[in-house]
């Protein structure tokens, strides 16, 4: 049973910050933390705050604003505190203990933080991401049997929450993996998330199912925990103050596809620091998701003006003109981006496909070789694209080579699993071959690519009896 209540860490840490004196004092007095290293703008923030609190001292809104504020901005003592203030003067919202409870989980006080959660339940129990929230604290606590309840309200308020993969993870950490496989696998191609895809691989190995293990983990192999969209969340963000908390925000909305609520937040700091290698960065970014080019353009070619040995701007102008088809400008930022840094694998890949456009098949071979080399993110689809120059060069055993070293580096691309046996077929391997197509008809992506696999294969040991 979670114990409820304020717990003795936060109540401690609330009394810690309310204002010295007589017992007589009053207990709503706004809290105000050290500010300490901020910036004028978060500054000038908090003291507006703070002003329309003390001006309405009974207002649990304006209170609960102030508390936002410090949270956003990681005054996290203050937040706690103002955060109870607010629920004592508004008894009625459900934001304040709610977003005060994940403030405490956030600093790994689920006990407090799902006391929390349950007077904000009380207030309004149909908000499905409480129950996410929930769901994903009771794990922590190896509350298992409480956690699924959890999930199975988030999915009964909310049917396309994530709440199955929460379902699942408490039954991996029971090691009842038949039971996770059950829920999983619908669930994976509901969600295709890298996540689900390493909880399923995790279980198809305790189990003894080693290859569907091993192409789980492949898909699973880069990606971060699930998440969730939670709108009471989101009230926070106009409250973000601060150069560098400003200008994570912005890239937060450009992530989210939100390019034009990035520019709000990211335009104005020009105004504060012009020459700010971040700021550049980040400001052409969003100029390029939104269509901007020329802007984008104009504020990079600031940037080289301003910080000449800064070569990313360079790499940046390059994707800039490639996405613009301006085949001649990219190359000549990747060459600009190249004096300053000769193992930029992604600057390398793009001569290798300038290369391949130009019929230049032994330089993109040698520009791909270079990039992989170094490190870049897409080694699959450069492989790939490698693997199949050397096939329509009939270069077998290169052709074998690179699409081994694909599936090497991914298991579950069927089409590599295809290319490796069409190339073994063309040397006479043809069990070899057949290995390989089994492993894409495993995987299941590409029926009508293996469809026509197995027939070339069928012509290719006609041809050679």
């Not at 919202?93 to 904000?120: I, N």
């Not at 909310?158 to 038949?178: C, D, N, T, V, Y």
């Not at 600057?347 to 290798?352: G, I, K, N, P």
Request: glycine content about 8%; charged content about 25%; some cysteine.
């Amino acid at each position: 049973m979670v114990r409820q209540g304020l717990g003795i860490a936060a109540l401690l840490l609330t009394l810690s910050l309310l204002p010295s004196g007589c017992a007589g004092d009053d207990p709503n007095e706004p809290v105000v933390p050290s500010m300490e290293g901020a910036d004028r703008d978060l500054m000038g923030l908090i003291d507006d705050l703070l002003a329309a609190v003390r001006a309405a001292p009974d207002s649990g809104d304006l209170r609960g604003r102030l508390a936002m504020a410090y949270d956003v901005n990681g005054f996290d003592p203050a937040a706690i505190a103002t955060y109870r203030q607010a629920q004592s003067l508004d008894p009625s919202e459900f934001d304040w203990p709610y977003l005060r409870a994940l403030l405490l989980a956030k600093r790994a006080d689920f006990e407090d933080a799902l006391a929390a959660l349950d007077e904000a339940l009380a207030i309004d129990a149909d908000y499905a991401p409480a129950w996410l929230w929930r769901g994903a604290w009771l794990l922590e606590m190896s509350l298992y049997d409480e956690a699924r309840a959890a999930y199975e309200r988030a999915t009964e308020l909310e049917p396309k929450s994530p709440a199955a993969a929460g379902i699942a993870q408490s039954l991996l950490r029971e090691e009842r993996f038949a039971e996770a496989i059950s829920i999983l696998e619908p669930v994976a191609d509901q969600i295709p998330h890298p996540h689900v895809q390493r909880m399923l691989g995790e279980a198809y190995r305790a189990v003894g199912r080693t290859q569907d293990a091993r192409i789980a983990m492949a898909r699973g192999r880069v990606g971060h925990v699930i998440q969730w969209t939670d709108p009471r969340v989101a009230r926070k963000a106009e409250y973000v103050g601060g150069f560098g908390r400003r200008l994570i925000r912005g890239q937060d909305l450009i992530k989210a596809n939100l390019p034009h609520k990035a520019l709000e937040i990211i335009k104005p700091l020009q105004a504060w620091k012009p020459d700010d290698e971040g700021l550049i960065s980040n400001l052409s970014w969003a100029y390029k998701a939104a269509g901007e080019t020329e802007k984008a353009v104009e504020v990079l070619e600031h940037g080289i003006e301003v910080h000449p040995k800064q070569f990313r701007f360079h790499l940046a102008l390059a994707d800039v003109y490639r996405d613009a088809g301006d085949d001649g400008r990219m190359k000549y930022h990747i060459d600009r981006a190249l004096e300053g840094d000769p193992t930029n694998g992604w600057a390398h890949e793009q001569l290798a496909r300038i290369a391949m456009q130009e019929q230049r098949y032994d330089d993109a071979l040698a520009s791909f070789d270079i990039a992989l080399q170094h490190g870049i993110d897409n080694q699959v689809e450069v492989l790939y694209t490698a693997g199949a120059v050397e096939g329509s060069r009939e270069r077998w055993p290169q052709c074998i080579e690179r699409f081994q070293r694909l599936v090497d580096v991914d298991v579950s691309i069927a089409k590599g699993h295809i290319g490796l046996g069409l190339c073994l077929a063309e040397v006479g391997r043809f069990e070899e071959a057949r290995g390989a197509f089994a492993w894409a008809e495993r995987i299941g992506t590409q029926p009508d690519a293996l469809a026509q696999a197995y027939r070339q294969l069928a012509a290719i040991e006609a041809r050679d009896d």
